[in-house]
């Protein structure tokens, strides 16, 4: 990976691409915009302009094709490889490849969305490689994410810019800057506040944003995913997630939305009612399973409910302010997740460990994350 | 994760096969006739091992059941590796 001898660049910043063909799966007009808006991702950043042609050899000449189309590089069916594109050069330099045999959306999130893969191929197409870095646009698995809200991350900024320099012509309005290209989530980070954390099997899960580490008791090293790397169905930026080691489920909370996880199969569609609570609670802010108890606790600003997952009813007399069951926890708990007796409370960048409803300690939420 | 979702476990044939195609494509594992076996496994292990080191795998070097989930993964068809 390190011994790059190469790189493959375009020698001019105005380009062309021309659309062959079109998949059935979606119209020509829908087709067009996909294609339009993943230049636009690269143009947006860089002096490169695209100008659409109709007929003839453009530098981009973008096609869906199935099977063997004698480029050497057989596409294989539906899943798999969803398509390729060939590094900047005269001939099939450049050109981007789509595989037929899949199906291509437009906005929903049925089958892998157009623009989206597109974009990723025309990173190829302008001379980047792949990258290691989860959420990259140019990782080279497929991962959904709102294409209307997609903002071109940081690490690809920087890649492409090195390049081809930034977009010089379009200076910044500080009144209205673009948006600042996302960045990983810094796992230490002292202000570190997470939105959720669960064990899962003997490993611990910590949610924030459109990622999570992961900790595994005999790996030394702490692993960034995407969320939806792991479960595609699963939002981003969750309120709660907590695990019932009894029946193997991981519950992951969003609004008034419940998934329930048994390893990497989302196997149950709930909502927040199914754990008792009223309807007038639309959304909280973490939850833990009580593994002594048998009670799922559900936090919600300064208070907190408890659910008895056996009987399959609330408690009675909650809500109950926190710091009644957990004194000195007089702040918001925004995660919560328990280990070997030790209930630990997340408010914000700080954890109140618990043991016997006894503040046993004060850490920093980063401190699990072997900084 | 112990992965258990799938209806019916591929044979482990499969995988490897799979594997070795992925690895290939992907990893430029060379295409090997001469018939030294244990000159093709060391190579399919390192290779292995780069696939798990891009993908932030635990770097073990075999077809473990997480190495193979990702290898599922719907992908782009470009190396991850310079030719």
């Known amino acids: ?371 | 994760f112990r992965a258990h979702s799938g209806p019916v476990a591929p044979s482990e044939t499969d995988d490897h096969e799979f594997a070795k195609n992925y690895l290939k494509k992907l990893y430029n594992m060379e295409e090997d006739n001469t018939p030294s076996f244990g000159r093709k496994v060391n190579e399919m292990s390192l290779k292995l091992g780069e696939m798990q080191e891009f993908f932030g795998l635990k770097v073990t070097g075999t077809l473990d059941a997480e190495t193979m989930e990702m290898m599922k993964k719907p992908r782009c068809g470009v190396p991850d590796v310079a030719a």
């Open chain 1, 1 to 371: 990976l390190k011994a790059r001898a190469l790189t493959y660049k375009w020698t001019t910043n105005s380009l062309t691409y021309r659309i062959e063909n079109y998949t059935p799966d979606m119209s020509v007009a829908e087709v067009d915009d996909s294609i339009q808006r993943a230049l636009q991702v690269w143009a947006r950043v860089t002096p490169l302009k695209f100008k659409r042609i109709y007929s003839g050899i453009a530098d981009i000449m973008i096609s869906f094709v199935v099977g063997d189309h004698r480029d050497g590089s057989p596409f294989d069916g539906p899943n798999g490889f969803l398509a390729h594109a060939f590094f900047p050069g005269v001939g099939i330099g450049g050109d981007a490849h789509f595989d037929d045999d899949e199906t291509f959306s437009f906005r929903s999130t049925r089958g892998y969305n157009l623009f989206l893969v597109a974009a990723h191929e025309f990173g190829h197409s302008l001379g980047l490689e792949h990258s290691n870095v989860p959420g990259a646009l140019m990782y080279p698995t497929y991962s959904y994410t709102n294409p209307d809200t997609f903002v071109l991350p940081r690490d690809d900024v920087k890649r492409i810019q090195a390049l081809y320099g930034s977009n010089r012509d379009k200076p910044v309005n500080p009144d209205k800057p673009e948006p600042t290209p996302p960045v990983n989530p810094d796992a230490c980070d002292p202000n570190l506040a997470l939105d959720a954390v669960t064990t899962l099997r003997g490993e611990k899960l910590f949610f924030k944003n459109r990622f999570f580490w992961r900790i595994h008791p005999q790996l030394t090293e702490t692993d960034q995913y995407l969320i939806k790397f792991f479960w595609p169905e699963l939002p981003d930026n969750i309120d709660a997630a907590f695990e019932n080691p009894s029946t193997d489920l991981v519950y992951i909370i969003k609004g008034q939305k419940v998934w329930a996880l048994s390893g990497y199969d989302v196997v149950q569609r709930l909502s927040l009612s199914s754990f008792g609570l009223p309807d007038t609670v639309k959304k909280i802010d973490a939850a833990v399973y009580d593994v002594d108890t048998e009670k799922a606790l559900f936090f919600l600003g300064k208070s907190y409910y408890s659910y008895d997952v056996n009987g399959k009813v609330m408690d009675r007399g909650f809500p109950k302010p926190v710091e009644q069951s957990f004194p000195g926890m007089t702040t918001k708990v925004t995660a919560a997740f328990q280990e070997n007796g030790n209930t630990y409370l997340f408010s914000g960048p700080d954890v109140f460990q618990y043991n016997s409803g006894r503040l046993v300690n004060v850490l920093k939420s980063n401190s699990f994350l072997r900084c």
